[in-house]
C-alpha cells in the first residue's frame, strides 16, 4: 500500500488512488492512506452475516468511487463470481509465487519443501478461481540453500513492491490487455 501511495502521489505516475478500503478495523494501510489525504473506508466483514452481505457493502463504497482499477494488497478473503464479474478485468492482487505454482496460503514453506531454485511473485487479474487469473507478469527470486520461510518472504516482499507498481503502471498506461483469458503486454 505505501509503495503505490507512494507512486501515485508523484505525477508521471498514471494512475491515483481514490480510497482505501480494508476489511480489517486498524490496518496500517488506513493510517498510511489517511496520511497521504487519501480516503479510507472499513467495511469489516465480521459485521456481516455472509460473504454476500459483505460484498454488497464493498460494492456500495466501490461504486461510489467509480475506480477503473481495483488493486488487492493483504486482502486475505476469497470474492465471489457474483462480486468479481462486476469488475470484469479491472481486479488485481499479488501473490508470492511463481503462478500457476504454489497457489494459495504457505507458498514459501511448500517451495522449500518441494526444492524449486527458484521462486518470486506474480501479479494477475482476479478470476472467480483463486489464484489462476490472467498474469500480468511475474518476478523471480533465486531460492538459497540456507533459506528459511521468512527468509525467502522477505526477499519475495521486495519484488512484490516493484513488481506491483510495474503493474498498475502498464496497466494505467493502456499497455495490458486480456485476450482469450491471458494478459498481454502491448
Known sequence: MQALIGACSKSEFPASVSVVISNRPGAAGLESAADAGIATAVIDHKNYEDKASFERALQEVLSGYKPDLICLAGFMRLLSADFISLWPDRIINIHPSLLPDYKGLH???????????????????????????????????????????????????????????????????GGIRIIDGKAEIL
Open 107 to 173: 507458498t514459501h514453506e511448500r517451495a522449500l519443501a518441494d526444492g524449486v531454485k527458484e521462486s518470486g511473485c506474480t501479479v494477475h487479474f482476479v478470476t472467480p478461481e483463486m489464484d489462476a487469473g490472467p498474469i500480468v507478469l511475474q518476478k523471480k527470486v533465486a531460492v538459497l540453500p540456507e533459506d528459511t520461510p521468512d527468509a525467502l518472504a522477505a526477499r519475495i516482499l521486495e519484488q512484490e513492491h516493484g513488481a506491483y507498481l510495474e503493474a498498475v503502471r502498464l496497466i494505467g498506461e
